[in-house]
């Protein structure tokens, strides 16, 4: 058997060439879903492909309406939305939905109407503390999952998961009397702190993705004296970007659109929510259609934009997650 070769004192000792570890170099997770996907569309021909965009484009249709519908409705007037009662039995068509003339006036108004500016910086606060706090604590626990070996190891990871089937009802009064003794009702807390303590669904995502990432990598590392910490902060994080970005994306939306637990632990106008207020500005000016509609295309549009910029790196990191390399 091969020994380890001595060295004079104060130098660090050397492995032979048998039991070396070669440099490991890492092209990221095999292909996934997406990949296989778009090698199929590749192999169409042209009327097929243009067969099968054509039912895709068909099948969205019922999708796009209602958002057509309010960016229709947010650009007419009153007379437009509720017409005289002789034409209300005209049939509904494609016309219809075309404003004439534009009523650009409805956005502003509805900025003024209330203070939408408000909503927005708490809103953005949430989302930036809520996307922080569950992408480090959901990657921290992913990993421990994935790569440290340790007893009932599995067993807690089944228990995790399974909390993902506890409807939200069954732990919403108990966490709500928790949140008032510690005396956070009426304040952000409520709505921050649970994200710093992990997701179940978040931690699922972020093992499948770390398990296939090579563990040469990690052994090569720990040879090199890193720590654990070091092997996760240094090498998993940068090479788990596409699923840490949908992680991101995922909790970005959900925060986002939130309009419970603004609902159950704000009390004050000055803190609502962009969904919360909303929905005050429905209760409060419920016959003004035209910028209710407004303010929901306000709402929705930042969603919109981001997910068209984000759409390959959110499509990257969830077909990369369903398979262990």
């Not at 042209?46 to 947010?74: D, E, G, N, R, Y």
């Not at 007893?151 to 228990?159: A, I, P, Q, T």
């Not at 925060?255 to 969904?275: C, E, M, R, S, V």
Request: aromatic share 14%; glycine share 6%; net charge positive.
């Amino acid at each position: 058997m091969p020994t380890e070769s001595t060295s004079s004192a104060g130098e660090r000792p050397t492995l032979p060439a048998s039991r070396r570890v070669l440099p490991v170099e890492y092209a990221g997770p095999k292909p996934g879903r997406a990949e296989f996907t778009a090698g199929v569309v590749n192999r169409l021909s042209m009327p097929q492909k243009i067969l099968a965009h054509t039912v895709l484009v068909l099948l969205c249709i019922p999708f796009i309406l209602p958002l057509v519908w309010m960016i229709s409705t947010s650009l007419k007037t009153d007379a437009q939305i509720f017409p005289p009662e002789d034409q209300q039995s005209a049939p509904i068509s494609l016309m219809s939905l075309i404003p004439r003339p534009i009523h650009w006036r409805n956005y502003p108004d509805a900025l003024v109407t209330v203070p939408f500016h408000i909503y927005l910086r708490n809103t953005l606060f949430l989302c930036v503390m809520n996307v922080f706090g569950a992408v480090l604590s959901s990657a921290i626990v992913a990993y421990g999952f994935a790569r440290l070996q340790f007893r009932g190891r599995e067993v807690l990871f089944m228990l995790m998961i399974s909390t993902m089937a506890l409807p939200g009802q069954v732990t919403m009064i108990p966490v709500f009397k928790l949140f008032q003794t510690l005396g956070w009702y009426g304040t952000f807390l409520p709505l921050i702190v649970p994200a710093f303590f992990g997701n179940a669904f978040f931690i699922f995502l972020l093992r499948q993705f770390f398990r296939t990432i090579p563990e040469e990598l990690g052994e090569a590392a720990r040879i090199d004296g890193a720590s654990e910490w070091g092997i996760f902060w240094r090498i998993m994080l940068p090479l788990a970007k596409p699923a840490l970005a949908t992680v991101a994306l995922f909790q970005f939306l959900g925060t986002w659109n939130d309009f419970f637990g603004p609902l159950l632990y704000i009390n004050n106008p000055n803190k609502y929510t962009l969904a919360y207020g909303l929905q005050q500005f429905m209760t409060s000016y419920g016959g003004k259609w035209a910028q209710l509609m407004a303010g929901a295309c306000i709402f929705t549009i930042p969603i919109i934009i981001l997910f068209f910029f984000a759409q390959r790196t959110f499509i990257q990191g969830i077909s990369t997650t369903g398979s262990k390399a």
